[in-house]
C-alpha cells in the first residue's frame, strides 16, 4: 500500500519533502498558499514579469535547482496552488480551503513546513501607511519588480535588513538610513560557524559592499521609536536604547524617509503544528513557541511531522536538509525511521544540515533582541492592530493578575481579530515577560481557523474516504 | 502547610460564583468569603457562551429569573462602579419556529410571558423576514420577539464582578484546584496543592462538574455535562440586528457591536471537550445556510467549544444539598443571563438562611429524590 504523505508549505523544506518522498514512492499532495511554488524566501514573480532580480547569483542558482527539481516530480504530486489549509487536527484530519470548495484530507502522515513570518516591535507611529516589514518590501521587489519605496530607512536586527537595505540600492533606490540594533561584528565570536557558512558569509559581503559604496549612514545600536506622518510616513526618529529600554538622551534623530522596513527576527508558522496538540516550547530567538521535534522532524503525535523554519528559524539551507530528511523520515513507518538504516542512507544530507546549522549559530548572535528592548512600547502604542488594543490595556490586564496569553485575550480582546493573533501574540508575550519578568507558559489556544473561510466553502466539502 | 479558615468557600468564578460572591460581600456582613477556580480568567463556560439574556421563556421560574436578571444588566455599570459598561446591547431576541409544533409552543409561553409583564409579541413569518431579511424562507411559521432581550459581554460582566469583589475584600484565586471535600466538625474542610482551606458553609459553582466535588461527601446529583460548539465570523455588514434563536435547528446567532457574527450551535453529544471537533464546521455552515442564507458568503474567523450543564429536567439546582452548609448552583445551560438572580437568593439563603424566595423551593436539590421535576415548554421543542 503506498503511503500517503500531505505536505503544508512549498517553501524550501516543502519542496525537498515533497522531491524525497516522490522519489521514495509515496502518494504526494502539497498545499501551498501561493500562486508558484518557492515560498517566501524562494518567491517567483509572475511568469509574464521580466527584469533583473537584485538577489546574489549563487543565491539565485539555488534557488532555481530546487524549484527544477520540484518541478521534475510536480506531475507526480497532488500540487495544491493558492489553498489554505484552515484546521488540523489531533486525528491527523487537514481541512482546505480552495476556491469555493474545501476538502478534508487524512493522510498517513503529515509535514507542516509553514516557515515564519516576521517579528515586529510595536512603536509609536508604526501602524502608519509606509511603515512595512522588510522582509514584505523585499517580496514587492521579488515578486512584483517594483521599488517598494524611493527613499528607504530599513531597520531591525538579523541579516535581512541589510540584505533588502543593498537589494533596493541595487534596484535603483535610495536608502536613507540603515539601523541595526547589534552589529554584525556579533558573528566574530563564532569562527568554526563563519568558516561553515563561508559560501552565505560571501554573498553577505557582497551585500555589504554594495551598501558601503553607496554611502548608506549607517546607525548601530539604533531603533526607530517613532513613525511621523499622517495619512502617509514622512520621517521615523531613530535613537539609542538603553538596557532599560530608554531612549539615551541626545541620540534621538529625525531622517525623512517614504518607507520604514523593519525586521526584528522571525516568528515561527506553528499554530497548525499546535492545533495538532503537539508539544510546543518557546524561544523567542528562532520564532516564539514551536513544536518540540527530533532530528527526523517527529513531534509528540505520531504521524505529525514539522520541517524547516517552522520547527525554529534555521534559514534556508537548513530548510532544504530538513526537507529531505523529514521527507524521508514521513515517507516509512515510524518503526523504521528509528533503524539505522534510514540514518545511513540520510547521513550525507545529515552532514550538510550540521554544517549550515553551525552557520545559524553566529547568525542567532546577531538577532538575540538586547534586554529593554520591548520597553519602547508605551501605553498609548497600538499592540493588537485588529482589535485596536494599546498597550497601556494590556499593562493593566498584566497587574490585574492576568498573565497568561488567554487571559489577556479574555480581558482586552488581543489576538481575537482577523489575524488570529499572528501579528501581535508572540509580541505580547515578550512584553508581558518585560513588564512582570516571566513569559506566559504557553501560547494562546490554537483553533480553528487558521485562514477565514466562508460558510459557503465550508458547507461544499468533499471527505476523503477513510484509508 | 498552611491552614486557612473562612465563613464561605466559593468554588468557581463564573458568572454563578462571582455574582453570589459579590451579593454576599454586598451584604457587608462580615463574613470572610474565598472564591476558587481551577482555571484562569473566564476560561470556562462563562466566558464561553454566545452571549445572550432573554425574558423568553415558558415557564414562570425562568422569566422572573431573567427579568431580575435583565434590570440588573441594564443598571449594571452604576451597581458594580464599572464605567466602561458591560457591552449592554438590547436590541431583541427573536425565537423561530420552523413548523406548527413548535409556533404553539411559542404562542403558550407568550400567554405566561404577559402574565409576568414581558414586551413579548408574536410574528408572522413575514415579519420575521421584514426584521431580519437575511433569513431563510423554508419552513419558516413565525416566531415570538422581546425588545428587552438582548446581550452582554461575558468578558466585561466577570471582569466587572471581579473587580467588585475584590473591592469588597473577596478573596478570589484562580488556578487553585479543589481535588477533593471533607466534613470538618460543623464545617468543612477542601483540600487544594497549597494545603487544606477550612470552610463552615461551602457554595459548589462548578456547574457540569459539581457531582465529582459532591461524590467526596458521598452525595451524588444528576447533572450531566453538554459540550457545545461556537463560531465566530469575521466582521460584516450588518445582517442580523435581534439575536435568533431556531428551536428546530438548535442554533443562536448574535451578530456583535463590532460586527462579527456569533454562532451557537448545539447538537447531542456528551463529554467535557472544549477543543473543536472536525466535523463541526462542516455540519453547522450547512445548518447555519440553512437558517440565513444571507450570511453564506461570510468568512469564519473562529470556532470555540465549551461545556455547559445539563440536569434531567433541564431546569437550573439552587440551594442547600443534604449536608447542612452545603450548597449548589447549577445553571444547566442559562448560567450567565440567570447570575444577577441566582447571585441575590443565594446569598441571601447562605448568609441569612432566607428561604423566601419560591425558586428555592421549584429548584431545589432534593426534587431529583421526591420526583417533582419541572418542564420547560420552550426547552422541550429544542
Redesign the interface.
Known amino acids: 500500500m503506498q503511503r500517503s504523505i500531505v505536505i503544508i508549505g512549498a517553501g524550501p523544506a516543502g519542496m525537498a519533502a515533497a522531491i524525497e518522498a516522490v522519489r521514495r514512492g509515496c502518494r504526494v499532495t502539497v498545499i501551498d498558499e501561493g500562486p508558484r511554488p518557492g515560498g517566501q524566501i524562494y518567491r517567483q514573480p509572475h511568469p509574464a514579469l521580466h527584469g533583473e532580480d537584485f538577489a546574489e547569483p549563487s543565491e539565485l542558482a539555488r534557488k532555481h535547482r530546487l524549484i527544477d527539481g520540484f518541478q521534475a516530480v510536480i506531475d507526480r504530486i497532488d500540487y495544491r496552488a493558492e489553498a489554505n489549509v484552515y484546521?488540523v487536527?489531533?486525528?491527523g484530519?487537514i481541512?482546505l480551503a480552495q476556491g469555493d470548495r474545501?476538502e478534508?484530507l487524512r493522510p498517513d502522515a503529515m509535514i507542516i513546513a509553514t516557515g515564519v513570518r516576521e517579528q515586529a516591535i510595536p512603536f509609536p507611529g508604526w501602524t502608519i501607511p509606509g511603515v512595512m516589514f522588510a522582509g514584505g518590501a523585499q517580496s514587492i521587489l521579488k515578486a512584483q519588480r517594483v521599488l517598494p519605496g524611493r527613499n528607504v530607512v530599513v531597520a531591525g536586527c538579523g541579516p535581512l535588513p541589510r540584505v533588502v537595505a543593498a537589494q533596493i540600492l541595487r534596484a535603483g533606490g535610495s536608502v536613507a538610513a540603515l539601523a541595526s540594533l547589534r552589529s554584525l561584528r556579533a558573528m566574530l565570536r563564532y569562527p568554526r560557524s563563519l568558516w561553515c557558512g563561508r559560501d552565505i558569509l560571501r554573498e553577505g559581503l557582497r551585500y555589504e559592499w554594495t551598501v558601503l559604496r553607496a554611502r548608506v549612514p549607517q546607525f548601530t545600536g539604533y531603533v526607530p521609536v517613532r513613525a511621523i506622518g499622517g495619512e502617509r510616513l514622512e520621517a521615523v526618529a531613530l535613537a539609542r536604547i538603553d538596557a532599560e529600554g530608554r531612549i539615551v538622551s541626545g541620540s534621538e534623530r529625525e531622517i525623512a524617509c517614504d518607507l520604514l522596513a523593519i525586521n526584528y527576527g522571525f516568528v515561527a508558522n506553528s499554530e497548525l503544528a499546535a492545533m495538532t496538540g503537539a508539544e510546543m516550547r518557546r524561544d523567542p530567538v528562532i520564532g516564539g513557541w514551536v513544536a518540540v521535534t527530533d532530528a527526523f522532524g517527529r513531534t509528540s503525535v505520531p504521524g505529525v511531522f514539522v520541517a524547516g523554519d517552522s520547527a525554529g528559524l534555521r534559514g534556508a539551507l537548513v530548510a532544504e536538509c530538513d526537507g529531505t530528511i523529514v521527507g524521508a523520515a514521513a515517507a516509512v513507518p515510524s518503526t523504521a525511521v528509528d533503524g539505522a538504516a534510514l540514518k545511513t542512507n540520510l547521513a550525507a544530507t545529515m552532514a550538510r544540515r550540521t554544517r549550515h546549522l553551525e552557520f545559524q549559530q553566529a547568525v542567532r548572535a546577531t538577532l538575540r533582541l538586547p534586554d529593554g528592548i520591548w520597553r519602547i512600547v508605551t501605553d498609548d502604542t497600538l499592540v493588537c492592530r485588529c482589535e485596536n488594543v494599546r498597550f497601556g490595556e494590556i499593562r493593566e490586564a498584566l497587574e490585574?493578575?492576568?498573565r497568561?496569553l488567554?487571559?489577556i485575550k479574555?480581558?482586552v480582546?488581543s489576538g481575537?481579530?482577523?489575524c488570529?493573533g499572528r501579528t501581535c501574540l508572540h509580541a505580547i508575550a515578550s512584553l508581558a515577560e518585560a513588564a512582570t519578568g516571566q513569559a506566559p507558559a504557553e501560547m494562546m489556544t490554537p483553533?480553528?481557523?487558521a485562514r477565514?473561510?466562508?460558510?459557503?466553502a465550508?458547507?461544499r466539502?468533499k471527505?476523503a474516504a477513510a484509508e | 502547610m498552611t491552614k486557612e479558615k473562612f465563613d464561605v468557600l466559593i468554588i468557581g468564578a463564573g458568572a454563578y460564583g462571582l455574582s453570589c460572591a459579590w451579593w454576599m460581600a454586598k451584604r457587608r456582613s462580615g463574613a470572610r468569603i474565598l472564591v476558587v477556580d481551577e482555571g484562569e480568567f473566564a476560561s470556562g463556560a462563562s466566558g464561553r457562551n454566545g452571549a445572550g439574556f432573554r425574558m423568553q421563556w415558558g415557564l414562570d421560574l425562568n422569566i422572573r429569573l431573567c427579568q431580575e436578571s435583565t434590570r440588573f444588566f441594564e443598571t449594571a455599570a452604576e451597581q458594580l462602579e464599572y464605567p466602561r459598561g458591560i457591552e449592554l446591547k438590547q436590541d431583541g431576541y427573536l425565537v423561530l419556529a420552523h413548523s406548527e409544533k413548535a409556533l404553539a409552543a411559542l404562542k403558550g409561553s407568550l400567554e405566561v410571558q404577559h402574565r409576568y409583564g414581558v414586551p413579548s409579541e408574536l410574528l408572522s413569518a413575514d415579519d420575521c423576514l421584514k426584521m431580519v431579511p437575511a433569513l431563510g424562507r423554508n419552513r419558516l411559521v413565525g416566531g415570538t420577539f422581546c425588545g428587552k432581550d438582548g446581550t452582554i459581554s461575558p468578558f466585561l460582566l466577570l471582569d466587572s464582578l471581579l473587580k467588585a469583589c475584590r473591592r469588597e475584600k473577596v478573596d478570589v484565586r484562580y488556578g487553585t484546584r479543589v481535588e477533593k471535600l471533607e466534613r470538618n466538625g460543623g464545617g468543612f474542610r477542601a483540600l487544594v496543592q497549597d494545603g487544606p482551606i477550612e470552610a463552615d458553609k461551602i457554595l459548589l459553582c462548578t456547574d457540569w462538574a459539581v457531582p465529582e466535588l459532591l461524590a467526596s461527601l458521598g452525595l451524588n446529583l444528576p447533572v450531566k455535562s453538554l459540550p457545545k460548539e461556537a463560531i465566530v465570523t469575521v466582521p460584516c455588514t450588518p445582517r442580523v440586528k435581534p439575536i435568533l434563536i431556531s428551536l428546530e435547528h438548535h442554533i443562536s446567532v448574535n451578530q456583535v457591536n463590532r460586527g462579527s457574527i456569533v454562532f451557537v450551535v448545539s447538537r447531542a453529544r456528551e463529554g467535557k471537550e472544549i477543543a473543536s471537533t472536525p466535523d463541526f464546521l462542516a455540519f453547522a455552515s450547512q445548518k447555519i445556510i440553512d437558517l440565513l442564507p444571507g450570511v453564506a458568503d461570510v468568512p469564519v474567523l473562529r470556532t470555540w467549544g465549551g461545556v455547559s450543564s445539563l440536569t434531567p429536567d433541564m431546569q437550573p439546582i439552587l440551594g442547600e444539598t443534604e449536608i447542612e452548609g452545603l450548597y449548589v448552583a447549577v445553571s444547566s445551560f442559562r448560567g450567565l443571563m440567570t447570575s444577577p438572580a441566582v447571585g441575590r437568593i443565594m446569598s441571601a439563603l447562605i448568609l441569612e438562611n432566607d428561604t423566601n424566595d419560591p425558586v428555592l423551593t421549584q429548584l431545589t436539590p432534593r426534587r431529583f429524590k421526591t420526583g417533582d421535576l419541572i418542564v420547560e415548554p420552550l426547552l422541550n421543542q429544542e
Open positions: 484546521a487536527f489531533p486525528n484530519e481541512h474545501t478534508v490585574s493578575g492576568h497568561s488567554n487571559a479574555r480581558n480582546r481575537m481579530g482577523w488570529g483553533r480553528p481557523m477565514p473561510v466562508p460558510f459557503a465550508i458547507a466539502q471527505r
